[in-house]
């Protein structure tokens, strides 16, 4: 049913470790850059938005290098954020609406190191994340037409975008606190893979 990998998703993000949740949310916010990449509002050269950012954040396995990247690039983003009182964006178009969404997950990125703080974070990512791919999903485009023709979705009532994010976060949970030597290059290869795909589709997207 919908609700399991839902409840799946929830249970592994409560029992990951505090490394596993940054980078649990990296992934996220990997993924979502491709929304601010096809808009060409996103360096791809900085560390947070470069299609090797899982790797290259992630070699160091620490939780304070990646808080700082990802502040970091909240300055350039906060335009394109909805008005935190009326929720209300500049524009009412698909770009805008795609750019607040995925610009959030970078601005709801803290400094702090404590658990709750991290969880937070990570759950936030983890839902805008699915969020942005069912979006993205439900237009009527050519790329997303392809891509469901390619990744069907392994869960009832759950199309085949958000379908595939929801794995792909489940996997990386389960592979980063594992004993696997190669496992950040396991990692970076599952979420840049959905991330070529969610380029694709949010091109034609903005472009529409």
Known sequence: ???EPYAGLNAALEDASDWGLTLSAL???HRAS???VAAGVADESSAVFSADALRELGEARDVTTV???VKSSQQALAIYAADPETGELQEE?????LLAMSSELVLRANTSLERASLQEWADFCSSLAVDIAQELGSLELTSVAEFGEDSPSLYEEIPPLPAQEIRIQLEILRLVDGEDADVLNRIAELSGALRESLTAIAIEAIAE
Do not use: K
Request: aromatic share 0%.
């Open 1 to 3: 049913m919908a609700e």
């Open 27 to 29: 992934g996220c916010v």
């Open 34 to 36: 491709a929304v601010l």
């Open 67 to 69: 808080l700082a990247a």
């Open 93 to 97: 178009t698909v770009r805008a609406s």
